[in-house]
């Protein structure tokens, strides 16, 4: 059988995926809906084979690329709940006099897999300091296989990651060599937590979430950095939450900034699924590191 492209496929499908990625359904429930939709159990089956990640694929810096440095690094969590753990990822360059500014990078729903480490490189490259956290650290850490970490994030304690997260943004702040001035960017769960530090954090300089979940209305008024947001064109479900977001922003005078990509998927700046598109990825990008040197590098 000849591997399906999923450019063909019809928007049920793309809905499927999505509530399967976002735990909604399981493995077996999606294989069986599209069974229905795609004809057979084996077209099925070669339609999630087909939307799943090819991680070496889309490897954009290699973690031995001699522009960065890199290290397993561990702060001390809150309220003694241990470390936080992840990546971090430095320019190897010549230090600015002033320090580098650094980037909290927040995972998908799936934690610190190769995407994201992917991601905190080329922050590094482009001369952050980056840390990426694994939410998924207390359960022994991304599994390495999208399936078994699918199945490990429900058992994530959110309230204890949602203050890891906050641990870490303050200890990137007080990095020796680092200019104090930190800045987060998420992705999808990630960017719901983005949006979430913004309320919680005053002295967060820049937050720009993709196509994550809002902040309850009520909080935005405690929103200091700016946002820039990132939304995809085929996302009913986080798209649905902008309009009553956007107003709680405006009436709260916060400076923020929302950019729509239509056509694409949730997901449209993961490079190693189908659900990614090239040209709303790299504008997305340039979007976002010429706001980053915006705020944090004034």
Known sequence: MTAPNPRDFPPEAWRLFDQYVHGDIGRREFLDAAARHAGSAAMATAWLAALSPQFALAQQVPPNDARIASERAAFSAPQGHGEVKGLLVRPAGARPAAGWPAVLVVHENRGLNPYIEDVARRLAVAGYVAFAPDALAPLGGYPGNEDEARKLFPQVDQAKARQDFLAAALALQALPGHSG??????????????????????????????????????????????????????????????????????????????????????????????RYDTAAAALAWDRTLAFFARHLRS
């Open 181 to 274: 001035r930190v800045g987060v960017v998420g992705f999808c769960y990630g960017g719901g937590m983005a949006n979430w530090l913004a309320t919680q954090w005053p002295a967060l300089a820049a937050a720009v979430p993709f196509y994550g979940g809002q902040a309850p209305a009520a909080d935005a008024p405690r929103i200091k950095a700016p946002l820039q947001l990132h939304y995809a064109g085929n996302d009913e479900r986080i798209n649905a939450g902008w309009p009553p977001f956007e107003a709680a922003l405006k009436a709260a005078g916060v400076p923020h900034e929302a950019h729509f990509y239509p056509g694409t998927q949730h997901g449209f700046h993961n490079d190693t699924t189908p």
